[in-house]
T-cell receptor
Framework: NAGVTQTPKFQVLKTGQSMTLQCAQD?????MSWYRQDPGMGLRLIHY???????DQGEVPNGYNVSRSTTEDFPLRLLSAAPSQTSVYFC????????????FGQGTRLTVV | GDSVTQMEGPVTLSEEAFLTINCTYT??????LFWYVQYPGEGLQLLLK?????DKGSNKGFEATYRKETTSFHLEKGSVQVSDSAVYFC????????????FGKGTTLSVSS
């Protein structure tokens, strides 16, 4: 069982570059989300999706775009990377919305220089 | 708004000591409550959950009771092991379309032999 797969695991970007963090799940979950984890801040929700073709903003959406063309995939795009986006990013999926178990990927550690 | 507050860490214990990590919440409805654990270099995984008042969640020797009167969901373990060293997150979630898990800031536990 692959579960939730994130790529890459590590990435260094220069300020102003763009990139896409990939997330795929094989559990046929409708609900997917992206969080960022920063020291002393816990996990903060960036964007989420309740199904293919439906996305919405979370707590900290600025500077990020998402789309959900299939149930399996939920990529996160950084449009123009900034040092403030240096963080660890986690993708999660769940069968339904917030009251069911969320399954997390292993994370992407992003450094913007 | 809805939120979760956990005790600040790090918590440092000797093997076989008793563990308590405090968690309180603020919520307008009737959330489900969760404890997630993050081992070094990994994503979060569900440790235990409770879906209604007075429910007790338990797993791997850890337990927590949903206390509506004190809005708390404290994590306890009678005898910790070195392998329990990790970051622990308290979270709440609602059975409502378009909602996501809300996390506390996390508590780092370090257990020495």
């Amino acid at each position: 069982n692959a579960g939730v797969t994130q790529t890459p695991k590590f990435q260094v970007l220069k300020t102003g570059q763009s990139m896409t963090l990939q997330c795929a799940q094989d559990m046929n979950h409708e609900y997917m989300s992206w969080y960022r984890q920063d020291p002393g801040m816990g996990l903060r929700l960036i964007h989420y999706s309740v199904g293919a073709g439906i996305t919405d903003q979370g707590e900290v959406p600025n500077g990020y775009n998402v789309s959900r063309s299939t149930t399996e995939d939920f990529p996160l795009r950084l449009l123009s990377a900034a040092p403030s986006q240096t963080s660890v990013y986690f993708c999660a999926s769940s069968y339904r919305q917030g009251n069911t178990e969320a399954f997390f990927g292993q994370g992407t550690r992003l450094t913007v220089v | 708004g809805d939120s979760v507050t956990q005790m600040e860490g790090p918590v440092t214990l000797s093997e076989e000591a008793f563990l308590t990590i405090n968690c309180t919440y603020t919520a307008t409805g009737y959330p489900s409550l969760f404890w997630y654990v993050q081992y070094p270099g990994e994503g979060l995984q569900l440790l235990l959950k409770a879906t209604k008042a007075d429910d007790k969640g338990s797993n791997k020797g850890f337990e927590a009771t949903y206390r509506k009167e004190t809005t708390s969901f404290h994590l306890e373990k009678g005898s910790v092991q070195v392998s329990d060293s990790a970051v622990y997150f308290c979270a709440l979630g609602f059975n409502q379309a378009g909602t996501a898990l809300i996390f506390g800031k996390g508590t780092t536990l370090s257990v020495s032999s």
